[in-house]
């Protein structure tokens, strides 16, 4: 797979990417609602944010477990599998990028406006797009072969 010019996305590679943008959209309105209402709606930022967070978790360690798989064969860096820098399309590399960008701004927003009730929890949440960036990278990033003789 070429880096720049990749066919449209199938299966778990379009949902990867779709994911970015819904968990982002899912943040703002749960934020925002926890920030109109802390006292009420707080529990509901808290385990939005906390499932977003155990997802990524869970993501990030299947990502690095499928790019150490690969690393055999290919040379895996880790701001390919990490930050998507040359194993990923620019389209790809821009929607992860930007999602994470807004995510940081709603959750720190949250926390500054309400900094010491649950609305705060949202600083979480984006650990999703690592872990989301991640699996992408470790099972469809392009990788240079490794050469003879290389471990």
Known sequence: ???????????????????AWHSTLGLAVVVVMGMASPELLGPVVVVFSSLLFALGLGMLALG??????????????????????????????????WALGLQLVVACAGAAVRPYTQVA????????LFGSACLWSARFGSFSTRGPGTA
């Open 121 to 128: 929890f949202g600083i979480l949440a984006p650990m999703i």
């Open 64 to 97: 690095l477990l499928a790019g150490l798989r690969r690393s055999r064969d290919e040379e895996v860096t880790v701001t390919g599998l990490f930050l998507l820098y040359g194993s990923a399309p620019l389209k790809v590399r821009k929607v992860f990028g």
């Open 1 to 19: 797979m070429n880096s720049e010019d990749s066919p449209s996305p199938t299966g778990l590679e379009s949902y990867l990417v779709r994911l």
